[in-house]
């Protein structure tokens, strides 16, 4: 059996296992020829209504917001000074910041203290940049998204479950975006994924 409301397409590949990506809200089962699709969706029945619904809310939420037009340069200073402050904040030191296109998440921390920063963060409020700093700068004092790690996001932002979201809403309106303005350009090619099925976080 099915699962009702939810629309998807099967892709038969040669692959070992079987995946689930959402795409543009859609589902997309990735099979190994042979495989039935009814079998895998009712084994992953719970996991994959509790994404579409997380999915719908964020899409929803989307709808009425804008992304943020900013130059390269008004971008760059935004994310320095946002750095600058939050490491003498959290007492530590950030080495090199690298600015560059990620598909699947807006920023990362390396152990060499090094931060990538997403550049499509530059369509985001400031108050969500800040965040996503604040979050990759505390990995520093905390590797792994444990109790201690939320605990230093929670004393700072104890609205971080809805930025999170935000955060989401705002992958699939930037993604959306880049694309509109790649095909208007007459470009066929498609350089984003659908958020749902590429974004795996902050990082
Ligand atoms: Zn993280």
């Known amino acids: 059996m099915g699962l009702e409301g939810v629309e ?5 590949r040669k692959v070992k296992y079987p995946r689930l990506e959402f795409k543009g809200g859609g589902l997309l089962l990735i099979l190994p020829f042979g495989h039935d699709p009814e079998v895998f969706l ?6 994959i209504v509790k994404k579409t619904e997380f999915i719908n809310e964020c899409l929803r939420d989307s709808l009425g917001k804008e992304i943020a037009q900013r130059t390269e340069e008004e971008f760059r200073d935004i994310v320095y000074f946002i750095v600058e402050r939050t490491s003498r904040e959290l007492g530590v030191k950030v080495n090199n910041i690298f600015f560059r296109r990620m598909r699947t998440k807006w920023a990362s921390c390396s152990p060499k203290r090094n931060l990538t920063i997403n550049s499509l963060m530059k369509h985001l409020p400031e ?10 700068i505390a990995h520093l004092i905390e590797k792994r998204h444990n109790e201690n790690f939320w605990s ?3 004393n ?3 609205n971080y479950k809805e930025l999170e979201k935000d955060l989401f809403g705002f992958w699939f309106l930037i993604q959306r975006s880049q694309k509109t303005a790649l095909n208007s350009a007459g470009q066929t090619r498609s350089v ?12």
């Open 192 to 203: 984003a994924e659908d958020f749902t099925s590429s974004l795996k976080g902050i990082g």
């Open 127 to 136: 108050g969500l940049i800040e965040y996503i700093i604040f979050h990759e």
């Open 152 to 154: 230093i996001i929670l």
């Open 42 to 47: 009712e084994k992953h029945r719970d996991w």
């Open 8 to 12: 998807y397409k099967v892709s038969y």
């Open 156 to 158: 700072r932002f104890n």
